[in-house]
């Protein structure tokens, strides 16, 4: 109940492509869906987020598709660039007074010139 | 601000040894986080502080010990070091009720 399921693990998309990533989660009770972005090396950042009471939320090429319905929420990265190679981890919370993350396992972004 | 730090960056053990990780953060944040990250498991919670005072296990608890020294140290220990904790390590904290997590740069543990 407690998982978040993240597919593909790899994904190699040509510049000017759109990367897509899904997630799907089963605890009804998560309330918060982040998306974060981490580089090699570094800790992960957080990209993009959405509540369930919202279909969609877009923050530049960064887009997050949410299905309550399904349980299933997607990162669409429109015009995608080398810079985004990375690695994207969708989460999901229960908003309570820990904010604990539950992370799906991760999808490796690759972007060819 | 210097957001969330870890020291060391890099640590090599030997099976048995024990050492402590640092993490600081100056965000004036209440929660912080203990994580594990290994290939194809994702980011792992090992344990969490949601205030000062207080720290409670997460999925691996299993190995580890933390103290929340104040509001700005969050530490883990390892005991007696094992290869399976073989591992880069993750600090992180966040506001009250602001669910965005900030992540520090990462201590990379070998256990030999």
């Not at chain 1, 492509?17 to 950042?45: L, M, V």
């Not at chain 1, 993009?48 to 299933?72: H, L, Y």
């Not at chain 1, 997607?74 to 985004?84: N, V, Y």
Request: aromatic residues 12%.
């Amino acid at each position: 109940q407690q998982q978040v399921k993240q597919s593909p693990q790899s994904l190699i998309v040509q510049k000017g492509g759109i990367s897509i990533i899904n997630c799907a989660y089963e605890n009804t009770a998560f309330d918060y869906f982040p998306w974060y972005q981490q580089f090699p090396g570094k800790g992960p950042a957080l990209l993009i987020a959405i509540r369930p009471d919202v279909s969609e939320k877009k923050e530049g090429r960064f887009t997050i598709s949410f299905n309550k319905s399904a349980k299933q929420f997607s990162l669409h990265i429109m015009d995608s660039q080398p810079g985004d190679s990375a690695t994207y981890f969708c989460a999901a919370t229960v908003r309570d007074n820990t904010d604990k993350l539950i992370f799906g396992t991760g999808t490796r972004l690759q972007v060819f010139p | 601000n210097a957001g969330v730090t870890q020291t060391p960056k890099f640590q090599v053990l030997k099976t048995g040894q024990s050492m402590t990780l640092q993490c600081a953060q100056d965000m004036n944040h209440n929660s912080m986080y203990w994580y594990r990250q290994d290939p194809g498991m994702g980011l792992r919670l090992i344990y969490y502080s949601a205030s000062e005072g207080t720290t409670d296990k997460g999925e691996v608890p299993n190995g580890y010990n933390v103290s929340r020294l104040n509001k700005r140290e969050f530490s883990l220990r390892l005991e007696s070091a094992a290869p399976s904790q073989t591992s880069v390590y993750f600090c992180a904290s966040s506001g009250r009720g602001g669910n965005e997590q900030y992540f520090g740069p990462g201590t990379r543990l070998t256990v030999t």
